[in-house]
């Protein structure tokens, strides 16, 4: 189940806020910019099916978001929980950093973890499947996939580096909850 737990950065045992009611988390996170939308796919996909078959189920939308907002890139992206690379993937991304470009996903199966820091709160937006999260360029933010990865993306770019992290050094993504799949709330 998808959720959205707000927090004040100081406090992070805490949340102000806690709703998986997915209406209520695309208005609290369209008030700092952040989009937040559900999709359906045109036929069924799974896991292991070809990246062409994936975005054909969702050619539509993918459309509409290309045409809106110039992407000149989408690809999809799988990771598996047995994946060798799974540890060193998980962490490459778990300290607060920006990018120079919107942030786009879309989970087609599985699900993650991402963790946005504006200005002295903490959104912390577990998608799965059939959730497209959009974060603005320059907003602060970590991303957890878990100790045991399992998901399925598709991801929109407008440049190709634009998805290269830049970290700011805090530690402030280690004061907040891990991303450990089978956890209550």
């Not at 879309?106 to 200005?119: E, K, M, Q, R, Y």
């Not at 002295?120 to 045991?148: A, N, R």
């Amino acid at each position: 189940m998808s959720r959205l737990r707000i927090f004040d950065e100081e406090q992070p045992g805490a949340p102000r806020l806690s709703t998986a009611d997915r209406d209520e988390i695309a208005r609290e996170l369209g008030k700092i910019g952040v989009g937040f939308e559900q999709w359906q796919a045109s036929r069924a996909v799974a896991p292991g099916d070809a990246p062409e078959a994936i975005m054909d189920a969702y050619r539509a939308d993918i459309d509409r978001i290309v045409s809106e907002r110039g992407f000149k890139t989408v690809d999809v992206v799988s990771i598996a929980p047995d994946n060798p690379q799974r540890e060193t993937m998980r962490h490459k991304f778990l300290d607060e950093h920006y990018h120079k470009e919107d942030e786009v996903r879309f989970f087609v199966a599985g699900s993650g973890l991402f963790t946005l820091h504006v200005d002295h709160g903490v959104y912390e937006i577990k998608c799965e499947q059939g959730d497209l999260i959009s974060v603005p360029d320059s907003t602060l933010h970590w991303f957890d996939m878990g100790p045991e990865p399992s998901f399925v993306a598709i991801r929109f770019f407008t440049e190709p580096d634009g998805w290269v992290g830049h970290f700011t050094g805090t530690d402030i993504a280690q004061r907040f909850p891990r991303y450990e799949k089978g956890q209550a709330g």
